[in-house]
């Protein structure tokens, strides 16, 4: 059964600063993993999908790698903005799987 | 562009009452999804549907049922309410089944 892992839980940083964001999963046989958005109250909001060929996706200060034989994926924010303060969540897609897995999330607060 | 639109937002039930999560996409998709949330957990899959008319069972469909008699509407049922389903309950519909979009959620309190 997979596994997700989201280190640390929680995360505060000054703004300006660039950070990254891990995920670990027990699985390597993913079919892509995704990075998710979800601000209180909200629902989520999809930010980066890696298929299994990829080792990375970027949009914007965002960028997210994807290592399959290490079971691990990072998302990396550059320049780091009060308005990024928000949970991210990280899921893993199997093949011929409709489910995505989940992690706990980062709890990510930036200060200005 | 309403996307999913999910009602109620909120609702408190008292312990072995029923209820229907209500949950609608514009968006055409052929999949949908309900998931669950609990407090400082990752969201698990109770029920997904790919397509009008077929449904299957997620990770957690204890205590559920569903039904897709259209396209665009995907309810999700509680019969017997127990306070293990007090949780936030998030309904998604994807075109391909990999590019997600989630309704912004109901918050559920069974008492």
């Known amino acids: 059964k997979q596994e997700v892992t989201q280190i640390p839980a929680a995360l505060s940083v000054p703004e300006g600063e660039n950070l990254v964001l891990n995920c670990s999963f027990t699985?390597?046989?993913?079919?892509?993993l995704q990075w998710f958005r979800q601000d209180p109250g909200k629902g989520l909001t999809s930010l980066l999908l890696?298929?299994?060929?990829?080792r990375e996706q970027t949009s914007g200060r965002l960028n997210a790698s994807l290592d399959k034989s290490s079971g691990r994926s990072t998302l990396y924010i550059a320049a780091s903005q009060p308005g990024d303060s928000a949970t991210y969540l990280c899921?893993?897609?199997?093949?011929?799987?409709?489910?995505?897995?989940f992690g706990k999330g980062t709890k990510l607060s930036v200060i200005p | 562009n309403a996307g999913v639109t999910q009602t109620p937002k909120f609702r408190i039930l008292k312990i072995g009452q029923s209820m229907t999560l209500q949950c609608a996409q514009d968006?055409?998709?052929?999949?949908m999804y309900w998931y669950r949330q609990d407090p400082g957990m990752g969201l698990k899959l109770i029920y997904y549907?790919?397509?009008?008319?077929?449904?299957d069972k997620g990770e957690v469909p204890n205590g559920y049922n569903v039904s897709r008699s259209t396209t665009e509407d995907f309810p999700l049922r509680l019969e017997l309410a127990a306070p293990s389903q007090t949780s936030v309950y998030f309904c998604?519909?994807?075109?391909?089944?990999?590019?997600?979009?989630f309704g912004s959620g109901t918050r559920l309190t069974v008492v």
């Open positions: 699985d390597s046989a993913i079919y892509n």
């Open positions: 549907s790919v397509g009008a008319g077929i449904t």
């Open positions: 890696i298929q299994s060929s990829q």
């Open positions: 998604a519909s994807s075109r391909d089944s990999y590019v997600y979009t």
């Open positions: 968006m055409n998709h052929n999949y």
């Open positions: 899921a893993t897609g199997g093949a011929g799987s409709y489910q995505l897995t």
